[in-house]
């Protein structure tokens, strides 16, 4: 970050940007622990990602209202204001991971006390997830360093995921075509797969609001003006 001549406004940047990655780690662990959930029907590890939410969920509430105390005090402007509101909606990208991250875990633990037998498999749902998760670990280290380039490889990054999700989508349908008691299950994990393919667009989206602080341009729905900002990298 750059420096000011309030070294107390500096203090202060760096504390709220150390809670947003503090808040960042938690969500990463949730996902990762979700995924662990399905994969291994493990009903505990499930209910593991929902203790975490209550924190996750603490976390926003409490930089929100730090982000608000700094607008408040030091009324910043130009590239600091826009970092400020930066903060402000990646921490809500953040909980929104979160619960995602729930919600996968919730449908584990209830495939599990269902005693679903999946024969599904869900390959393409682990790839998603691991690329998912390092979407979302790449993303907060580029808001820690306000890394541009890194933020335009993550936007553009996204589409591996979109992939995995229409692949996943296609095998679904021919298990369903091939039995059709495979419907039910077929069905919890298409939410699965759309829950982690949101976990990717909230990545892109916080990415997306690095380049907004550093470069004054928002690029969200907007191609052309993306396009032009990675043009210039």
Same mark, same amino acid.
């Given at each position: 970050?750059?420096?000011?001549?309030?070294?107390?406004?500096?203090?202060?940047?760096?504390?709220?940007?150390?809670?947003?990655?503090?808040?960042?780690? %938690?969500?990463?662990? +949730? $996902?990762?622990? @979700?995924?662990? /959930?399905?994969?291994?029907? &493990?009903?505990? =590890? *499930?209910?593991?990602?929902?203790?975490?939410?209550?924190?996750?969920?603490?976390?926003?509430?409490?930089?929100?209202?730090?982000?608000?105390?700094?607008?408040?005090?030091?009324?910043?402007?130009?590239?600091?204001?826009?970092?400020?509101?930066?903060?402000?909606?990646?921490?809500?990208?953040?909980?929104?991971?979160?619960?995602?991250?729930?919600?996968?875990?919730?449908?584990?633990?209830?495939?599990?006390?269902?005693?679903?037998?999946?024969?599904?498999?869900?390959?393409?749902?682990?790839?998603?997830?691991? %690329?998912?998760?390092? +979407? $979302?670990?790449? @993303?907060?280290? /580029?808001?820690?360093?306000? &890394?541009?380039? =890194? *933020?335009?490889?993550?936007?553009?990054?996204?589409?591996?995921?979109?992939?995995?999700?229409?692949?996943?989508?296609?095998?679904?349908?021919?298990?369903?075509?091939?039995?059709?008691?495979?419907?039910?299950?077929?069905?919890?994990?298409?939410?699965?797969?759309?829950?982690?393919?949101?976990?990717?667009?909230?990545?892109?989206?916080?990415?997306?609001?690095?380049?907004?602080?550093?470069?004054?341009?928002?690029?969200?729905?907007?191609?052309?003006?993306?396009?032009?900002?990675?043009?210039?990298?």
């Amino acid at each position: 970050m750059d420096k000011h001549l309030s070294t107390q406004f500096d203090a202060e940047i760096s504390a709220i940007t150390t809670r947003v990655l503090e808040m960042g780690g %938690l969500v990463e662990s +949730q $996902i990762a622990q @979700a995924v662990y /959930a399905l994969r291994h029907f &493990d009903a505990e =590890a *499930a209910r593991g990602v929902m203790l975490t939410e209550k924190r996750v969920n603490q976390l926003e509430v409490e930089i929100d209202a730090d982000v608000a105390q700094i607008i408040a005090k030091r009324q910043p402007t130009a590239r600091d204001l826009r970092l400020m509101l930066a903060i402000s909606k990646t921490i809500t990208n953040l909980e929104r991971v979160g619960d995602e991250a729930d919600r996968i875990a919730r449908m584990a633990r209830d495939l599990v006390e269902a005693g679903a037998n999946l024969s599904i498999s869900f390959n393409e749902i682990i790839r998603e997830s691991d %690329l998912a998760v390092a +979407q $979302i670990r790449k @993303a907060l280290d /580029a808001f820690a360093r306000l &890394d541009e380039r =890194a *933020a335009v490889d993550i936007v553009t990054a996204d589409s591996a995921i979109d992939a995995e999700f229409d692949s996943f989508m296609r095998k679904l349908i021919t298990y369903v075509m091939e039995d059709p008691r495979n419907i039910s299950a077929s069905l919890d994990m298409v939410f699965i797969a759309k829950a982690i393919e949101r976990i990717g667009d909230h990545a892109k989206n916080i990415a997306e609001f690095v380049i907004y602080v550093v470069r004054g341009t928002d690029v969200r729905h907007n191609k052309e003006a993306f396009n032009e900002v990675a043009g210039t990298l």
